[in-house]
């Protein structure tokens, strides 16, 4: 079992920046491929950046350029830098660890992130 802990959400003004991190109980990043997704009320979870366990990186589009995925092996932590936030970015945002081989799915339990002035 892996347990996820999300950290760093909050309230910024438009054109302001985050970093949320994710803490991983164990060190799974060399199996595992990392991702942050959001969700706003009365939407479904979208897809934000996903990080390989190769270390690939990929964004959807609306956050390309804006948004970077990264970690630090050392301290089991996924991170999502987010600058140039938009109002359009405020929901719940989410780490996931998978492994399909095993369809192993975990998930955090969710930072808020509210962009407003």
């Known amino acids: 079992q892996v347990q996820l802990v999300e950290s760093g959400g909050g309230l910024v003004q438009p054109g302001g920046s985050l970093r949320l991190s994710c803490a991983a109980s164990?060190?799974?990043?060399?199996?595992?491929?990392m991702g942050w997704f959001r969700q706003a009320p009365g939407k479904p979870r979208e897809k934000v950046a996903t990080?390989?366990?190769?270390?690939?990186?990929n964004y959807v589009d609306f956050v390309k350029g804006r948004f970077t995925i990264s970690r630090d092996n050392a301290k089991k932590t996924v991170y999502l830098e987010m600058n140039n936030l938009k109002p359009e970015d405020t929901a719940v945002y989410f780490c996931?660890?998978?492994?399909?081989?095993?369809?192993?799915?975990?998930w955090g339990q969710g930072t808020q992130v509210t962009v407003s002035s």
């Open positions: 990080l390989t366990s190769g270390g690939t990186t």
């Open positions: 996931n660890a998978y492994y399909g081989p095993l369809a192993h799915d975990y």
């Open positions: 164990i060190n799974i990043f060399s199996i595992y491929h």
